[in-house]
C-alpha cells in the first residue's frame, strides 16, 4: 500500500487558507483511483475540518505536528508525548518576561479540547482567543482553571520577533521541547510560534500509521521545517516552491507553488488521473 500525506498550510491549501476547485477535483480523483492519502498538519482537528469536509479525507489523520492522530472511523485519538505542567513552567515565565500570554493546548476527559491563557493584552491576542472558541470550537478558558494534572498538547503564542525569538532560545535549551514559528496573520512584525514535546513529530505519527495499516512507500509533500521529520521517513518528498530553503534542500523534487494548484498538478502528472 502506497500512502500520500499533505501538510496542509503552504501546501495543499492556497494562501485563502482552502483547498482549491482544482485541488478537491484532484483529490477526487486519487479516491477514484483507490490511491491512498492523508493530512500531517499543526491544525488541529478543530481547525482542518471544515476545510477537509468532502474531500475524502478517510484514513487517520495527524494534527498538532504528529502529538495526536485522529481516526475518522471510530472519532478517536490516539496521543503521544504530551506533557506536563511542570515540564513547561520555565517556559511559561519565559512568555510572561517576555510580555506575551501563552495560550495552553490540553486534552481532557472524553476527548474535550482545551485552551487556557494569561491575561489578554492585545487586539492580536484577543483576536486569538475569539479564533480558538469561534472557528475552531474550543473551550477557552483563563489560566486559573488549568487542571494540575493537565495533559498538555502544545503550547502557542503570537508576540513581536524579539520576545518571540528570545522565548524560542529558552525551548532550545530545554531538550524535551521543540519550537516552530513564522509570520502571523496579523502582520510582518509578528511572529506565532508553537511549542510541544520534541519527540512528537510528524515523522514519528506517519511511522505508527505506516505500522497500523501495512503502508509499505510514503510519497509526502510540505513546505516547512515542521515537515523535516516525515521527509526524512519517506520514499519520495516534494517542496513547493514556496517551501523554505531547508526544505527544498531535502526534497526529492521542487514542485509548483501552493498557490498556483502545484500539488495538484504534480499528483495528476505523478498518477496520471
Known sequence: ??????????????????????????????????????VATGRTLHAARTLLEGSEFK?????????????????????????????????????????IP???????????????HLPLKTPAEHRLAAHFAAIEGLHVSPVAGLPSAADITNISAVGPRSAIERVERLVRAEPHLVA??????????????????????????I????????????????????????????????APSNAKKAVKAVATAVIGHHDEDGIAEFLQERFQL
Open 102 to 116: 501563552p495560550f495552553i493546548f490540553t486534552i481532557e476527559p472524553a476527548d474535550r479540547h482545551g485552551v487556557y
Open 59 to 99: 484514513l487517520p489523520h495527524i494534527y498538532k505536528n504528529g502529538v495526536m492522530i485522529w481516526r475518522p472511523d471510530t472519532g478517536s485519538y490516539s496521543h503521544s508525548n504530551l506533557l506536563a505542567i511542570d515540564e513547561i513552567r520555565s517556559i511559561i515565565e519565559g512568555f510572561i518576561s517576555q510580555g
Open 180 to 205: 516552530y514559528s513564522g509570520a502571523a496573520i496579523e502582520g510582518a512584525e509578528l511572529l506565532w510560534i508553537d511549542i510541544h514535546h520534541s519527540e512528537a513529530s510528524k515523522g514519528g505519527a
Open 1 to 38: 500500500m502506497e500512502l500520500v500525506v499533505f501538510d496542509l498550510d503552504g501546501t495543499l491549501l492556497n494562501r485563502d487558507s482552502a483547498l482549491s476547485t482544482g485541488t478537491r477535483d484532484t483529490l477526487r480523483r486519487l479516491a477514484d483511483r483507490g490511491i491512498a492519502y492523508t
Open 207 to 238: 511511522g505508527q500509521i505506516k505500522r497500523d495499516l501495512g503502508v509499505s512507500r510514503v510519497i509526502c509533500f510540505g513546505d516547512s521545517d515542521n515537515d523535516l521529520s516525515m521527509f526524512a521517513l519517506a520514499d519520495e518528498c516534494y
